[in-house]
């Protein structure tokens, strides 16, 4: 069985994009691998989270996964902060990373122009963490957007470094995890591009029946079709996308035939998109809320996966500094 191994930013709450995409796949994942899934609670320290906002987001995070199905007893679920073996390897990895390499890293230029008064050396070696994140596992694979393709290919080249200099194939070149053809991608309420792409263009499981009414009904959409099966405009096939994973088919049937024959109101198709998203996060959103109050499960969680991580992660150290050249007298 192949070891697959995410990481999860602990910033923004799921949205219904993340959950067609990347929770589904993660739920099947978790049962076809040996799953390794974590809240990477150091890395957001670049940034410099007030204490509380820290632990806040990790709750929130950890909350809203374990309600959409992640499930401990299947995959390991942990906080990267509970497993001391993983700044270890960091630190003795960052002795092969090079300034050069991580000063071209696109993110890290990016991050320079952004937010040049907090240009951290925690930034700057942002690859190195993510890399002793992959290889404490010896993962195969990784799951990875757009966005962190380069951070991968990173840990690929330290992997492979490492090996090199002290010729030994030990680490694993870990590979980026292919979701292939079955990646839904759901569009946001602002008439264009994907959901959670921009501020506000996003329904979030948490979001409270009201909010969630609100934004549906604010919606972008157009002057309304003039003819005939005219072709549809891309703010309405958007809503009758978000249709398709929420509602029945036949609701989406009415709605498209009444586009057609330029009788649709637009009104009408909110409400009954708003109530039909509803009736999915509804339950969802009740489960969020009982675990992220019940600090007593929250708490065995972490436990649990904090065990199984390190029991993993400390076989992997052992092995590294043995291959250093560190020996006990
Ligand atoms: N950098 C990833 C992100 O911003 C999060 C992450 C940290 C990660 N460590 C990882 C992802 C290891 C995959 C593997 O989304």
């Given at each position: 069985?192949?070891?697959?191994?995410?990481?999860?930013?602990?910033?923004?709450?799921?949205?219904?994009?993340?959950?067609?995409?990347?929770?589904?796949?993660?739920?099947?994942?978790?049962?076809?691998?040996?799953?390794?899934?974590?809240?990477?609670?150091?890395?957001?320290?670049?940034?410099?989270?007030?204490?509380?906002?820290?632990?806040?987001?990790?709750?929130n995070?950890?909350?809203?996964?374990?309600?959409?199905?992640?499930?401990?007893?299947?995959?390991?679920i942990?906080?990267?902060?509970d497993?001391p073996?993983?700044?270890?390897?960091?630190?003795?990895?960052?002795?092969?990373?090079?300034?050069?390499?991580?000063?071209?890293t696109?993110?890290?230029?990016?991050?320079?122009?952004?937010?040049?008064?907090?240009?951290?050396?925690?930034?700057?070696?942002?690859?190195?963490?993510?890399?002793a994140?992959?290889?404490?596992?010896?993962?195969?694979?990784?799951?990875?957007?757009?966005?962190?393709?380069?951070?991968l290919?990173?840990?690929?080249?330290?992997?492979?470094?490492f090996?090199?200099?002290?010729?030994?194939?030990?680490?694993?070149?870990?590979?980026?995890?292919?979701?292939?053809?079955?990646?839904?991608?759901i569009?946001?309420?602002?008439?264009?591009?994907?959901?959670?792409?921009?501020?506000?263009?996003?329904?979030?499981?948490?979001?409270?029946?009201?909010?969630?009414?609100?934004?549906?009904?604010?919606?972008?959409?157009?002057?309304?079709?003039?003819?005939?099966?005219?072709?549809?405009?891309?703010?309405?096939?958007?809503?009758?996308?978000?249709?398709?994973?929420?509602?029945?088919?036949?609701?989406?049937?009415?709605?498209?035939?009444?586009?057609?024959?330029?009788?649709?109101?637009?009104?009408?198709?909110?409400?009954?998109?708003?109530?039909?998203?509803?009736?999915?996060?509804?339950?969802?959103?009740?489960?969020?809320?009982?675990?992220?109050?019940?600090?007593?499960?929250?708490?065995?969680?972490?436990?649990?996966?904090?065990?199984?991580?390190?029991?993993?992660?400390?076989?992997?150290?052992k092995?590294?500094?043995?291959?250093?050249?560190?020996?006990?007298?």
């Amino acid at each position: 069985m192949e070891t697959v191994l995410s990481g999860i930013r602990p910033t923004g709450n799921l949205h219904l994009g993340n959950y067609f995409g990347a929770v589904k796949n993660f739920l099947r994942m978790q049962n076809e691998n040996n799953c390794y899934f974590f809240i990477a609670d150091y890395h957001s320290l670049t940034t410099h989270p007030t204490p509380e906002n820290l632990h806040n987001n990790v709750k929130n995070v950890l909350s809203e996964y374990l309600a959409v199905g992640l499930d401990p007893e299947v995959a390991t679920i942990y906080v990267q902060s509970d497993v001391p073996e993983i700044p270890e390897l960091y630190l003795l990895l960052n002795m092969n990373a090079y300034i050069g390499e991580l000063e071209r890293t696109t993110s890290f230029k990016d991050k320079v122009r952004s937010q040049p008064d907090n240009v951290n050396a925690g930034l700057l070696t942002y690859p190195v963490l993510m890399a002793a994140d992959i290889l404490i596992h010896n993962a195969d694979k990784v799951p990875v957007g757009k966005d962190q393709e380069q951070n991968l290919e990173m840990a690929r080249k330290f992997a492979r470094r490492f090996n090199q200099m002290y010729n030994h194939e030990y680490f694993k070149i870990p590979q980026a995890y292919n979701f292939g053809a079955e990646l839904v991608k759901i569009p946001g309420l602002d008439g264009s591009g994907k959901m959670g792409k921009s501020e506000g263009n996003g329904i979030y499981l948490i979001d409270e029946p009201k909010v969630l009414r609100q934004k549906v009904m604010r919606a972008v959409t157009d002057a309304g079709p003039t003819q005939m099966n005219s072709p549809i405009s891309e703010p309405i096939q958007n809503l009758f996308d978000i249709m398709k994973v929420v509602s029945a088919p036949d609701t989406l049937q009415f709605f498209v035939e009444k586009y057609n024959s330029c009788e649709i109101r637009y009104g009408d198709l909110k409400k009954q998109l708003a109530e039909d998203i509803l009736n999915f996060t509804n339950p969802i959103r009740e489960r969020i809320n009982d675990i992220a109050s019940n600090e007593e499960y929250l708490r065995k969680v972490v436990a649990m996966g904090a065990e199984k991580a390190r029991a993993s992660a400390s076989k992997t150290l052992k092995d590294v500094r043995s291959i250093i050249g560190f020996k006990s007298f």
